[in-house]
């Protein structure tokens, strides 16, 4: 079965520092989502992309955080200068994005995520 | 913006009772899904409600959505410890099938056998 993959799984980092947390989505799928969970919290949106753009973005990707899709196939998470708190886990999810009156249903398919720790 | 609660936040069961979790928006919904995520894993998808009033079941789980929109439920009918993990229900605002989901804060669920 068709599945979304994420490397690193786990990255340690100092605080300051660059890290890019990558993805592959599920091949013949549309949109591309990255959301973060701090441990044992709530899965929080980050980011929606479309079309070689962001469709939407929530008030915690700010300037630090930037996303590409750099050769059709991967999709990455950059964040310029981390911080403490920044540490979490990052999961990576793809839809098909079909209309509401298909079968469909947009859901995500989630990857297992990369554990970001920053010191 | 739109906020999805969810209660309770944690939840223990003896194994062969019923679990019930809830969820509420502060906006009105296009559709609803419910994802279970097990204990180091990661979202997976349940299922997703889009009418009024629309009732699912699937095996020992029941999903329902408000008539409003504004509210849905997840229920299990005799837990096992296979049912453990938390389960989280994801909002749409919008009318489209890719929009943002905005997740509850998620159910934990503990099944002692």
């Known amino acids: 079965e068709p599945e979304v993959t994420q490397t690193p799984s786990h990255q340690v980092t100092q605080m300051g520092q660059e890290v890019i947390l990558r993805c592959v989505p599920i091949s013949n799928h549309l949109y591309f989502y990255w959301y973060r969970q701090i441990l044992g919290q709530k899965v929080e949106f980050l980011v929606s992309f479309y079309n070689n753009e962001i469709s939407e973005k929530s008030e915690i990707f700010d300037d630090q955080f930037s996303v590409e899709r750099p050769d059709g196939s991967n999709f990455t998470l950059k964040i310029r200068s981390t911080k403490l708190e920044d540490s979490a886990m990052y999961f990576c999810?793809?839809?098909?994005?079909?209309?509401?009156?298909?079968?469909?249903?947009?859901?995500?398919?989630f990857g297992e995520g990369s554990r970001l720790t920053v010191l | 913006g739109q906020q999805v609660m969810q209660i309770p936040q944690y939840q223990h069961v003896q194994e062969g009772e019923d679990f019930t979790t809830y969820c509420n928006s502060s906006t009105t919904l296009s559709n609803i899904q419910w994802y279970k995520q097990r204990p180091g894993g990661h979202p997976v998808f349940l299922i997703q409600?889009?009418?009024?009033?629309e009732v699912k079941k699937q095996k020992r789980l029941t999903f329902q959505f408000g008539e409003a929109k504004k509210n849905s439920s997840l229920h299990i009918t005799a837990t096992q410890t296979t049912d453990v993990g938390t389960y989280f229900c994801a909002g749409r605002a919008g009318g489209t099938s890719y929009g943002k989901l905005t997740f509850g804060q998620g159910t934990i669920l503990t099944v002692h056998p």
């Open positions: 999810a793809s839809s098909e994005a079909r209309g509401l009156s298909s079968r469909r249903t947009g859901e995500l398919f």
């Open positions: 409600l889009v009418k009024s009033g």
